[in-house]
Antibody, heavy 122, light 108 residues
Framework: QLQLQESGPGLVKPSETLSLTCIVS??????????WGWIRQPPGKGLEWIGT???????YYSPSLKSRVTISVDTSKNQFSLKLSSVTAADTAVYYC??????????????WGQGTLVIVSS | SSELTQDPAVSVALGQTVRITCQGD??????ASWYQQKSGQAPLLVIY???NRPSGIPDRFSGSRSGNTASLIISGAQAEDEADYYC???????????FGGGTKLTVL
């Protein structure tokens, strides 16, 4: 059964870069059948898509975050990563990684990691 | 990019049927997927595609679409169904993704 686990610092200073890693176990990140995504949720608010990537490196980013986001993959470690630069308090959120499916008729995320809270504060 | 609109809150009596809706232009092209999120937990996929349930999701959960509106239907709502529900779709103009604002379901 595929499992995803986010890891990274829980506290980041304003203007610095947030870096998170999603470790994939129970399956290969190099499968051509899936994409891999990052989604975040500010405290008390809804879900916000950050970006999605294919194991080959093709990436799609949220227009509102595109200038600050980089998603990359390390197939040798079976993990993928998120970097968000120039963070502010508005970037405080629970960050989730998830496997993404994409078909001609729609997309879905399954499963999700448990999420990791990142607080932006000095 | 497209937007998906959900009612902020819906309530249902125990054992009754409830419909949670999601509106957006992208839903004319793509099916929505639906996620259940209980307090302090990660979202859980409950419906995807035309009307597909992942393994382990009770058959009281179903999905439908009409025009630009997708619906998540819970037939015979149980106390454990009380949660936030989010719809999700691909944007119809590009490969971007959009989530609805979420609906808080209360089971009375």
């Amino acid at each position: 059964q595929l499992q995803l686990q986010e890891s990274g610092p829980g506290l980041v200073k304003p203007s610095e870069t947030l870096s998170l890693t999603c470790i994939v176990s129970g399956g290969s990140i190099s499968s051509s059948s899936y994409y891999w995504g990052w989604i975040r949720q500010p405290p008390g608010k809804g879900l916000e898509w950050i970006g999605t990537m294919y194991y080959s490196g093709t990436t799609y980013y949220s227009p509102s975050l595109k200038s600050r986001v980089t998603i990359s993959v390390d197939t040798s470690k079976n993990q993928f990563s998120l970097k968000l630069s120039s963070v502010t308090a508005a970037d405080t959120a629970v960050y989730y990684c998830a496997r993404a499916y994409s078909r001609s008729w729609g997309d879905w995320f399954d499963p999700w990691g448990q999420g990791t809270l990142v607080i932006v504060s000095s | 990019s497209s937007e998906l609109t959900q009612d902020p809150a819906v309530s249902v009596a125990l054992g009754q049927t409830v419909r949670i809706t999601c509106q957006g232009d992208s839903l004319r092209t793509f099916y929505a997927s639906w996620y259940q999120q209980k307090s302090g937990q990660a979202p859980l996929l409950v419906i995807y595609g035309k009307n597909n349930r992942p393994s382990g999701i009770p058959d009281r959960f179903s999905g439908s679409r009409s025009g630009n509106t997708a619906s998540l239907i819970i037939s015979g709502a149980q106390a454990e169904d009380e949660a936030d529900y989010y719809c999700h779709s691909r944007d119809s103009s590009d490969n971007h993704v959009v989530f609805g604002g979420g609906t808080k379901l209360t089971v009375l």
